[in-house]
């Protein structure tokens, strides 16, 4: 009773995840430029420098939760000979992600059209040098069977690299963070993306998403020989990096 009430509650969530995203797609950049004042794309190439200190010449990767693609695409830019796939369900942002990277010549990247969490046998296990994750995998349902997927695909001393949400250790900033987020973003969300309920979403996922110290724990039991994190802005945002 209880399994069947869990898993009917995974499905609804992951629907309406998916939906949600199809439905912001084409105003997801936008308004993530808007939010961060344009900083997340620093984060995300300080996210893949800091990945790339863990590894020399990585030949392939795979970008989860791909979005609109901006991490595949600093890796590409940085990585020119490393061939990335893009995985997400959302069609509407992988399409933004293929039209990105066609206009600026990326020939490296290819995308597929999955749920991360249905993953059976469409990747090698032991077959990729590089996983990336861009405030993905926050949205994953079952992040821990995520984390063992994500393991288990990698080579041994391949590198997981994890930049998301996270939560500031400052008690004044961490207020001054949620009030931010909780009630200017939502005003933004409806503004921009005539969607309120999608950007009310987003502070509230933050309620129940790892912190720091505890995301770092999981992965290492995941069974990853090493993992460090780095904040940035206080510990609003947080990279994570591991070494299988
Ligand atoms: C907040 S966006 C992040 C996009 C991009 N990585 C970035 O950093 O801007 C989260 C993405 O995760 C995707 N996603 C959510 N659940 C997924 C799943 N189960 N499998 C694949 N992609 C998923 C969504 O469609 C969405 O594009």
Known sequence: MTTTATKSTITNNAVYINKMFNKIATKYDLLNNLMTFGYHYNWKVESIKLALTEIVNPKNALDLCS????????????????????????????????????????????????????????????????????????????????????????????VFTCIDLGHPRNKLWEKIFLSYFFNIIPKLGQIFAYDKEAYTYLPTSLNSWYKQDELKNIILKTGFEKCYFKDILGGAVAIHVAVK
């Not at 039209?99 to 991360?116: E, G, Y």
């Open 67 to 158: 979005g609109t693609g901006d991490l595949a695409i600093i890796l590409s830019q940085l990585c020119p000979k490393i061939n990335i796939t893009c995985i997400d369900n959302s069609n509407n942002m992988l399409n933004i992600a293929k039209s990105k990277t066609k206009k600026l010549n990326l020939n490296n990247t290819s995308f597929l059209l999955f749920d991360f969490e249905k993953l059976s046998n469409e990747i090698a296990p032991s077959s990729i040098d590089l996983i990336t994750i861009g405030f993905g995998l926050r949205n994953l349902i079952d992040k821990e069977h995520s984390l063992e997927n994500i393991y288990k695909l990698l080579k041994k001393d391949g």
